[in-house]
């Protein structure tokens, strides 16, 4: 019986119900039943306005569980989430690097992002490990400024299965608000990626302004506003940006 | 409950932006800040009157801020009780700040020229009453080419003490010590770091108190400041601690 009840409670529909009502709300979820989950988030690449962008990584399950015999695959997107091209890494080092520039991604200047999954050769996988590692950004030079990932976003249960989503969780309207925690009015200009975690559509709005966030999307925003607090309201319960801040031909970024 | 905490450096200026508000209740009252240091062997804790704010954010510039001092902010506390009691140990004043997403404020560094990096950052309380051990590697925010890498070694520890430590430079692969550093709780440690140390197999590591690395890279004017992950973000099955408690006996092996 407790079974059932547990089962109807995590019921999709279920979970945007409390979490609209704020009843038993619930941000993430990860079934720790499950025996093997490779987590990524969906980590910015950006190649526009003369950026470069360097990802740095460690072979996860070398390092923490000695395996031998593993690999990645990097999976790059437009922002329309459409598919640009796999890649697979093996003979992986401890500490691994990758630059995206324009030649990387066959001339593509723009952005959009990437999921990583890591495995082992053999398909018995027993883990549930999440990469949420390094991203540099430069801009018209080889100096990068780095973030760390932030917000964990789709999944792979072995090398052969489908990618899931759904860690994180929506609400049924866009009830849900997170202000960011820095004050963005002392910048000349703001820009906010954004990701899509979810299955779903994504309804947001800074300020007064309306967007939206298609399935398999990510969109960057230029902030019109330069109010000191913002606020983001939407349906989606963790829905924090990577913020970029440019001033004085510097910029800086973080996560929000 | 968070504490928060600035630097001070000869080779930049620090402003520390804290949050008022918190994402998912109403302010209830004022908002004060508090500062905490050591002073003979007892934690003075006082209310700061004097320092900028607006009805979103509290700021903190470089006049205030020290490699010793940290600060938490709370609804009024009783002054008689904070002054008549000798603070033996940093304690849970209130749980303003325990809140999830987590309650974090903007530390941002800066140079004259115009170059700055920021990160969001906290010390939860919950690392402040622990011992332990750190595990970090020295390449995934560093520049190589930069003019100057800097790690920051940041501990606050429950107990007004000021007490040496080590950190350890350590080669994974060969398994060898390359450098050690004394290092102190309840303080900013800066390391520079030459380039010898930013190799892919070279992990800092302490074997007795917490504390958060931060790395700062310069190259001409430019400034990248972000922290690594704990291990234990890259696992999340029920095996995490174990794994990890594992993998640092192979390092505290090494220093032994």
Partial sequence: ?256 | MNYFFGIKSELFNTKLTIPKFKNKKKLNGKICLYQAIIENKFWKIEKLLSYAEDESFIYLDQKLLDNNKIFFISDEINKKDLNKIKHSELKNFNNYTSTNPSYRSNIRISNDIGGFSSYQSDYPFSMISKEGSVLSSLCLLTNKNADKNILLLKNIYKKPMIESFYVYFINNKTRKIIHKKKIYTNQTNFIDLSEEYLDKEVYLFTNKYLCIPLYISIKNNQISFEHTHPPHEYILSDDRYNKISLLKKKFNEIIN
């Avoid at chain 1, 609209?20 to 941000?27: A, G, H, I």
């Avoid at chain 1, 031998?68 to 922002?79: D, G, M, P, W």
């Avoid at chain 1, 309201?233 to 913020?243: A, D, F, G, H, Q």
């Fill in chain 1, 1 to 256: 019986m407790k079974l059932l009840i547990k089962k109807i409670l995590r019921n999709k529909k279920i979970i945007q119900f409390r979490n609209q009502f704020n009843f038993k709300s619930l941000s993430i979820l990860i079934n720790n039943k499950e025996k093997n989950m490779s987590i990524s988030d969906s980590f910015l690449w950006r190649t526009d306005n003369n950026f470069t962008t360097k990802f740095n990584f460690i072979d996860i399950l070398n390092f923490f569980y000695d395996m031998e015999k593993t690999f990645v695959e990097i999976i790059f997107y437009t922002k329309n989430g459409e598919k640009i091209k796999t890649l697979k890494i093996e003979n992986l080092e401890k500490f691994n690097q990758i630059t995206i520039d324009k030649n990387f991604l066959d001339g593509i200047e723009d952005y959009g992002y990437f999921n990583i999954f890591h495995h082992k050769s053999n398909d018995e996988q027993d883990f549930i490990i999440a990469n949420r590692c390094y991203l540099g950004f430069s801009k018209d030079n080889d100096f990068y400024s780095y973030v760390h990932g932030n917000l964990l976003s789709k999944y792979k249960k072995n090398p052969n299965s489908e990618i899931e989503t759904d860690i994180v969780q929506n609400s049924l309207f866009m009830n849900q608000e997170y202000s960011i925690q820095n004050n963005l009015s002392e910048f000349e200009n703001t820009e906010f990626f954004f990701a899509n975690p979810t299955s779903d559509k994504i309804k947001f709005k800074i300020d007064d302004d309306n967007y939206l966030l298609k399935k398999n999307s990510c969109k960057i925003i230029q902030l019109k506003q330069t109010n000191k607090k913002i606020i983001i309201k939407s349906n989606c319960m963790l829905l924090r940006p990577i913020i970029f801040n440019y001033k004085n031909n510097f910029f800086d970024v973080y996560h929000g």
